[in-house]
């Protein structure tokens, strides 16, 4: 027998009940915090804050919001990321677009954003120029410009949509007049040097990528998680172009995969940088790693 993940409300249901039902289905879905997904697809279809919602959260959901949360409520559990449903994630400080066919930004990522932003610490009221090679969503370049009010940037990425991706999201927080997208492979039809070359390249094993979450599987680019058979093609190509895409007080920056550090350092102290400093995540798994020039001057973390 086929298990039931249709969700309807009843008129007289109220917002308590309602969360309480979508959450169970979730759950029963498979879904990793089912709760949290249900409180935010809830407060997304009936237009609520959190504030609302602590407030009334015996109120009738209503007509319109209720035909909105089954759209919702049938398409989480078919396991689309809550970000895909909205069309919104939010990343760093920042509310970016989420855009089909272009990789979903992740939380692990902000470690990137935290390191690079340690090593600049000085220099932050600088023009400081950077590179964001893959950049998919946008999500690296635009926290970064964010962050850094005199800063510029470049972003690369090989596919058609994620460029109009980092675009839309450049011009909705406004950094576009500081920012210019080109698509291309990697740093091919890159000529200048940056004070800050930064990428989370494709990072995942070949034949585990049938084995993620359905989340991942179903709905990110296959361009944008195949790393090659052994997870780190990506990381070989790019760090041999480093030397000429730095200026001679550059940083580089990677984001990585679990495990992956290691191999990835070996590959830029192959090209003929030192490593400047490696920054967990939140679960504690080395996340992102640095490069510079030997003897270049940057903060020590």
Same mark, same amino acid.
Not at 8 to 26: G, K, S, V, Y
Not at 40 to 60: K, N, R
Not at 160 to 189: H, I, K, P, Q, Y
Not at 289 to 296: D, T, Y
């Given at each position: 027998?086929?298990?039931?993940? $249709?969700?309807?409300?009843?008129?007289?249901?109220?917002?308590?009940?309602?969360?309480?039902?979508?959450?169970?289905?979730?759950?029963?879905?498979?879904?990793?915090?089912?709760?949290? *997904?249900?409180?935010?697809?809830?407060?997304? @279809?009936? /237009?609520?804050?959190?504030?609302?919602?602590?407030?009334?959260?015996?109120?009738?959901?209503?007509?319109?919001? @209720?035909?909105?949360?089954?759209?919702? @409520?049938?398409?989480?559990?078919?396991?689309?990321?809550? +970000?895909?449903?909205?069309?919104?994630?939010?990343?760093?400080?920042?509310?970016?677009?989420?855009?089909?066919?272009?990789?979903?930004?992740?939380?692990? $990522?902000?470690?990137?954003?935290?390191?690079?932003?340690?090593? $600049?610490?000085?220099?932050? *009221?600088?023009?400081?120029?950077?590179? *964001?090679?893959?950049?998919?969503?946008?999500?690296?370049? &635009?926290?970064?410009?964010?962050?850094?009010?005199?800063?510029?940037?470049? @972003?690369?990425?090989?596919?058609?949509?994620? &460029?109009?991706?980092?675009?839309?999201?450049?011009?909705?927080?406004?950094?576009?007049?500081?920012?210019?997208?080109?698509?291309?492979?990697?740093?091919?039809?890159?000529?200048?040097?940056?004070?800050?070359?930064? +990428?989370?390249?494709?990072?995942?094993?070949?034949?585990?990528?049938? $084995?993620?979450?359905?989340?991942?599987?179903?709905?990110?680019?296959?361009?944008?998680?195949? /790393?090659?058979?052994?997870?780190?093609? &990506?990381?070989?190509? %790019?760090?041999?172009?480093?030397?000429?895409?730095?200026? /001679?007080?550059?940083?580089?920056?990677?984001?990585?995969?679990?495990?992956?550090?290691?191999?990835? +350092?070996?590959?830029?102290?192959?090209?003929?940088?030192? %490593?400047? /400093?490696?920054?967990?995540?939140?679960?504690?798994?080395?996340?992102?790693?640095?490069?510079?020039?030997?003897?270049?001057?940057?903060?020590? %973390?």
């Amino acid at each position: 027998m086929t298990e039931d993940r $249709t969700f309807a409300i009843a008129p007289n249901e109220t917002r308590a009940a309602a969360l309480d039902r979508l959450a169970a289905l979730l759950e029963g879905s498979g879904v990793d915090e089912a709760r949290a *997904d249900a409180r935010a697809l809830l407060l997304a @279809a009936a /237009g609520l804050t959190h504030a609302q919602w602590v407030l009334e959260p015996s109120a009738l959901l209503g007509q319109e919001a @209720a035909a909105r949360l089954a759209g919702y @409520a049938a398409r989480r559990a078919a396991r689309e990321p809550v +970000s895909r449903i909205l069309a919104k994630r939010g990343f760093w400080t920042l509310d970016l677009d989420v855009a089909p066919n272009v990789l979903d930004p992740r939380a692990d $990522t902000e470690t990137l954003i935290a390191l690079a932003l340690r090593l $600049t610490a000085d220099r932050r *009221d600088e023009p400081l120029s950077f590179l *964001d090679l893959g950049s998919g969503s946008g999500a690296i370049l &635009c926290a970064l410009l964010a962050e850094s009010p005199a800063a510029w940037g470049v @972003a690369v990425d090989l596919s058609a949509a994620a &460029c109009d991706a980092t675009r839309a999201n450049l011009a909705a927080l406004g950094l576009e007049s500081r920012a210019s997208v080109l698509r291309g492979r990697w740093a091919e039809a890159i000529s200048g040097r940056f004070d800050v070359v930064v +990428s989370n390249p494709p990072y995942v094993k070949r034949a585990d990528i049938a $084995t993620l979450a359905p989340e991942v599987t179903l709905h990110d680019p296959a361009l944008a998680l195949d /790393g090659g058979a052994d997870g780190l093609a &990506c990381y070989r190509e %790019i760090a041999t172009e480093l030397p000429r895409l730095l200026k /001679g007080d550059g940083v580089a920056l990677f984001e990585a995969g679990a495990g992956q550090i290691g191999e990835i +350092s070996a590959f830029l102290e192959m090209a003929g940088l030192e %490593i400047a /400093g490696v920054e967990r995540d939140l679960g504690g798994h080395e996340r992102a790693v640095a490069a510079r020039a030997p003897g270049a001057e940057s903060v020590t %973390i």
